[in-house]
């Protein structure tokens, strides 16, 4: 099994209560899993943990059989990538921001410039971007250019954190088409957190759903009850939302 988190519990120092408690699910490769949830259900914190961002105070987390904390940071962040939720090129332009985690992997210029061309055509990025910075992007050309930095690295491990939430509907079912190709043909495992159900329900093998730190669904995608998960999401938006008022 590529991932697998094992009795997870996670509380943040100064909590008197965990943010997740006994999560458990594996991840094999060429695998799509969607978590979704309401918002503070737990997943971004998830995602942290999953990139080594946060360490669980119990449980443990497997990459191939290895414990993460036999892993250096630095090997697990090239096996593992987090594409965030709001992207950053980080001052560089396109070109550069899609070159520079190869350079930190020691990659020649030749095989660079290669990625480079590869992931811009599945991507459909434009040469036209590649001088510019995030300031002449729009949110949602961000947003790709971030995926597209993630996928050239060819990591074992894809995290997404809302990565086609300023896409248009057409454009997102694009991107994710063209990402379950990547890892069906890299055999990558993906986590993506998503709540246009109607799209994750067409491009992810499982479905994970969370609930005040809580796994509550852990189904493959063809058995989830899609329109009872959105009523639960709806219903449990509304108490957070009257709660509040």
């Given amino acids: 099994m590529l991932l697998q988190l094992e009795s997870i519990e996670y509380t943040p120092p100064n909590f008197t209560r965990p943010l997740l408690t006994d999560i458990s699910f ?3 490769q060429g695998e799509s899993i969607a978590l979704t949830g309401i ?3 737990g997943k971004s914190t998830l995602l942290r943990l999953l990139s080594r ?4 105070t119990t449980g443990q987390i497997l990459l191939n059989g290895d414990n993460y904390k036999n892993i250096s940071p630095i090997t697990l962040r090239q096996r ?3 594409v965030s939720q709001e992207p950053k090129l980080l ?3 396109v070109r550069e921001s899609l070159a520079y985690p190869l350079q930190l992997q020691s ?3 030749e095989e660079i410039k290669q990625r480079i061309v590869t992931i811009t055509e599945q ?3 434009p040469t036209a971007w ?5 300031l002449q992007l729009s949110a949602g050309q961000k947003q790709i250019v971030s995926i597209a930095r993630g996928v050239i690295t060819q990591p074992q491990v894809l995290l997404l954190d809302e990565p086609i939430a300023n896409l248009d509907f057409t454009t997102a079912e694009r991107v994710l088409n063209t990402l379950n190709n990547i890892v069906r043909s890299q055999q990558m495992g993906t986590i993506v957190v998503n709540h246009q159900l109607e799209l994750i329900s067409r491009f992810s093998d499982r479905l994970l759903y969370l609930q005040d730190g809580k796994l509550l669904i852990n189904e493959v995608s063809e058995s989830v009850d899609w329109q009872n998960i959105r009523q639960q999401i709806r219903t449990s938006e509304d108490r957070s939302i009257a709660e509040w008022e």
């Fill in 130 to 134: 590649f001088d510019r910075t995030e």
């Fill in 123 to 125: 991507f459909e990025i």
């Fill in 39 to 41: 918002t503070g259900a």
């Fill in 107 to 109: 990659i020649g210029i």
């Fill in 80 to 82: 593992v990538m987090l």
């Fill in 26 to 28: 594996s991840l094999a």
């Fill in 91 to 93: 001052g560089m332009k």
């Fill in 53 to 56: 961002l946060s360490e669980p």
